[in-house]
Nanobody, 124 residues
Framework: QVQLVESGGGLVQAGGSLRLSCAAS????????MGWFRQVPGKEREHVAS????????IYSDSVKGRFTISRDNAKNTLYLQMNNLRPEDTAVYYC?????????????????WGQGTQVTVSS
């Protein structure tokens, strides 16, 4: 198993930046494909970005492509999400998640472990 703890959320003005972190403990971090998802109350949780086990590949949702960057440091057991040019519609609870399958995936069903989430609020 792996335990995930997100941090770095907060309140920011539109156009600003935030960097989310996700600290992992438990089994070897590098064995997991990692992803970021977000959820707004009353809506389905949606995929934001994913990164392969050794960071060779990434994938982003169209809504964040070019503004967000996912990265990982396997030596520090930490996943990151750099969010630039934030928009009010980026307001959500952001979750990091770990998938046990080897291939890069955007499907929530493939992610077995989840953090508790961190709130990001973007004011206009």
């Amino acid at each position: 198993q792996v335990q995930l703890v997100e941090s770095g959320g907060g309140l920011v003005q539109a156009g600003g930046s935030l960097r989310l972190s996700c600290a992992a403990s438990g089994r070897t971090f590098s064995t997991y494909v990692m992803g970021w998802f977000r959820q707004v109350p009353g809506k389905e949780r949606e995929h934001v970005a994913s990164i392969s086990r050794y960071a060779f590949s990434t994938i982003y949702s169209d809504s964040v492509k070019g503004r967000f960057t996912i990265s990982r440091d396997n030596a520090k057991n930490t996943l990151y999400l750099q969010m630039n040019n934030l928009r009010p519609e980026d307001t959500a609870v952001y979750y990091c998640a770990a998938a046990t399958r080897a291939a890069l995936t955007t499907s929530q069903k493939d992610y077995a472990y989840w953090g508790q989430g961190t709130q990001v609020t973007v004011s206009s």
